[in-house]
């Protein structure tokens, strides 16, 4: 069955496409980035990936309507996983809720990280701090539930699990997320284009830092 997919305006220059699931989106996602890059007369400056929805920005002067006429008669299609950019984040799995995760999974530690280094993660999509990339797994039913109080300082590079999600935290910011380990990689610079090395669309591997 088709995803179900619903627009609706957003600003005077944006359509917010509603779906059903995260699957959906990140399929749609991944043909409308093709559509668009091939057709830059169609006006999208940018897609904007979350969770149940994706924000399409349009330049100025588009018309809407025929956008969306446009966006509607692209088809989704299965995201090949083989040609996307990987990329390997190294890892020593050191974090504090790293006993709790696996218990909650109702596993070992050593299970767990053997399988969150055996998932291929894809970047679903970027928010709450620049940088913070919500990667979904596709090989393991995951969910972690997130701690019952928020950390005031979840230090920078933690690697961390909530619901299907794992996440690298760029900066030391407030979290909630159960942490199960330290990245070796800045997932955030300034001085980088782009800033953000986890970006929609990407494939992640974890692996063991040496």
């Given at each position: 069955?088709?995803?179900?997919?619903?627009?609706?305006?957003?600003?005077?220059?944006?359509?917010?496409?509603?779906?059903?699931?995260?699957?959906?989106?990140?399929d749609r996602y991944a043909a409308l980035r093709s559509a668009t890059h091939e057709n830059t007369d169609l006006g999208v400056l940018d897609l904007v990936p979350a969770g149940r929805t994706i924000l399409v920005v349009a330049d100025r002067g588009t018309d809407l309507?025929?956008?969306?006429?446009?966006?509607?008669?692209?088809?989704?299609?299965?995201?090949d996983e083989s040609s996307a950019d990987v990329i390997e984040v190294p890892v020593t799995y050191d974090g504090e809720d790293l006993a709790d995760v696996a218990e909650a999974l109702g596993c070992s530690v050593d299970e767990l990280v053997r399988r969150h280094q055996d998932e291929t993660w894809t970047v679903a999509f970027c928010g709450f701090a620049p940088g913070f990339g919500y990667l979904s797994g596709?090989?393991?039913?995951?969910?972690?539930?997130?701690?019952?109080?928020?950390?005031?300082?979840?230090?920078a590079r933690s690697v961390a699990m909530a619901g299907e999600f794992s996440a690298v935290y760029p900066r030391e910011s407030p979290g909630g997320w159960q942490l199960i380990g330290t990245a070796h990689v800045e997932v955030l610079d300034l001085d980088r284009d782009p800033p953000g090395l986890l970006l929609p669309g990407m494939q992640v591997r974890f692996v063991e830092a040496s």
């Open positions: 069955m088709a995803d179900e997919l619903r627009v609706l305006p957003s600003g005077t220059h944006g359509l917010l496409l509603e779906l059903d699931s995260l699957d959906a989106v990140l309507a025929a956008l969306e006429k446009s966006l509607l008669a692209v088809e989704p299609v299965a995201r596709s090989s393991f039913a995951w969910s972690v539930p997130r701690r019952s109080s928020p950390r005031i300082k979840v230090p």
